[in-house]
Every structure is written in C-alpha cells, then in structure tokens.
C-alpha cells in the first residue's frame, strides 16, 4: 500500500512579485513546453527561488522546493517504506510526488546533495523522463506537466561540488546575476515598504560589499539581504543598525572585515 499526498498544499493562489532581469521567463515557458528541465545558474539571494514561485504560478502548478543538503540522499527525493497503523507501507518522496501528480519539483543547490541523488534524476532530465523506482519495481512516466528545475551557486561551489557535465547537459541553463540598479531599487521599495532614496543608498551599499567578493568576502550582500534591511528600516530600525544586524554581521565574522564594512555603512548613512 502507499501513502497517498495530495499536491494542493503546494500550489500558489497568489502572484508572487517577480520583476523579470532578461528573457527568464520566455526561455522557461519553451522549455516546460518542449519537456527541457531547467538549470538556474546565480548568486545566492539573487531571486532564483522567487522566480520559480512566480513561474509556478504563472503555469498554474503545484511547485515542490527541495533544499539540498548533504545529507540528502536519494530516497529522501524517491521515498521509503514506512510503518504505518502497524503495517508497512510506501511513501512517495519529493520527486515522486512531483511525478505523480503533474507538478513542478525544484531542487535548490543541486551541488549540495549527496552524489547519488544526481544520478536519481538523470532519466527524468533526458528523453525518458522516467523515474525508476527500485525499492516498489515501478516506472514512472512523468506526464507533460512534470518539470524538473535545479539551481546552484557557481560562484561559490568548490571543484569539489562542482555539477558534472553528464547532469549539466541535461538542462537548459538560465543565468541569473543581481538586477540592475534602478530595477533592485524598485525591488526593494516593493518589498519592504521603503522609500526611493533609502532604497538607493541601500543599493549603493550592496554594491560596496560586492566589490569585496574575492577580498575578504565570499559574497556580497544579496538582494534578500537589502530587503531585509529595508524591512528593518520601515519597521523604525535606526538604518545604520538595520544594515549591521541585516547585512554586514551576516556576511563575515571577521573583525577586520566587519569594520570595513560598517565604515562603509556609515558613510551612506
């Protein structure tokens, strides 16, 4: 017996915000349409996980977000056997349910998992769009209406957690990066209730911390992070300890690089 899941819980009734950076949103259209799954490639906290929200909606799919980790194995994507009323029963993982019901299965930092849940997905990224079953001796054929979507950060990821060519090539990849200025601006007026001159200087302030990437700082600050901010900022937040609790003490932990970062805080507010 299997334990049946329903996929209303994961759909999107509400548009979410999305403000489109290229032409995301048509490459993703064709390639659901033509059965392609995605890869999207980015920086953290550049809209990746929003616009697979906004996309969900717009196709009108229940949309399944898995973040990876490295614990994640592949029967946490397929599913287990489980005890359940004192029988043994099935339970669809993730990924199977996705397949089952016609749904939208994204896989947030692919790079993060364990390496055999890659190889769990590689018939459902080709032609087949099959997903083999081994523990119950099933075939899924995933329907037209299943999409496969990965995303990962390749400019943080080792070489060790790098994606190998016979998954990349898979998918058709969708670059993401920061938006432009104005546009983050915008972004972040919308979101967090500022207005237009602090949204900038906060913009102003991203792009400081940006130019540190490489030289003290893994990453600059994201636009989650300037959201945040702002949010702190509407809620009263005096703005330079809005920047310090919301920014800059979640980028490092490094005293030398704290205070370079502060003394650029302050200097815009």
Not at 50 to 74: G, Q, Y
Request: glycine share 8%; with cysteine; charged share 25%.
């Amino acid at each position: 017996m299997t334990v049946e899941h329903n996929l209303d819980e994961y759909v999107i009734d509400d548009e979410p915000f999305y403000a489109p950076q290229n032409n995301e949103i048509e490459i993703f259209e064709a390639s659901y349409a033509n059965g392609i799954p995605v890869l999207l490639k980015g920086p953290t906290g550049c809209g990746k996980t929003r616009f697979m929200e906004h996309m969900a909606w717009k196709l009108k799919r229940p949309l399944i977000t898995v973040s990876c980790h490295d614990d994640l194995t592949a029967a946490d994507l397929v599913g287990r056997f489980l005890i359940v009323g004192g029988e043994t029963r099935w339970s669809d993982g993730p990924l199977t349910r996705a397949v089952r019901g016609g749904g939208i299965c994204y896989l947030d930092e692919i790079v993060e998992a364990r390496k055999d849940t890659t190889v769990v997905i590689h018939p459902l990224a080709d032609d087949r769009r099959a997903l083999p079953i081994e523990k119950t001796g099933e075939l899924l054929t995933a329907s037209a209406e299943f999409c496969l979507a990965i995303s990962y950060n390749p400019g943080y990821q080792s070489v060790l957690k790098d994606l190998k060519q016979s998954t990349r090539q898979r998918f058709v990849s969708i670059e993401f990066d920061y938006p432009p200025a104005d546009q983050e601006a915008r972004i972040i007026m919308k979101e967090s209730g500022l207005d237009h001159e602090m949204a900038e200087r906060l913009v102003k302030y991203a792009g400081m911390t940006r130019n540190l990437k490489g030289s003290g700082l893994e990453e600059g600050a994201s636009t989650r992070l300037l959201v945040h901010a702002g949010k702190l900022m509407s809620s009263g937040i005096d703005p330079r300890t809005a920047c310090r609790g919301a920014i800059s003490e979640t980028l490092t932990d490094d005293p030398e690089m704290l205070k370079a970062i502060n003394e650029l805080n302050a200097s815009l507010f």
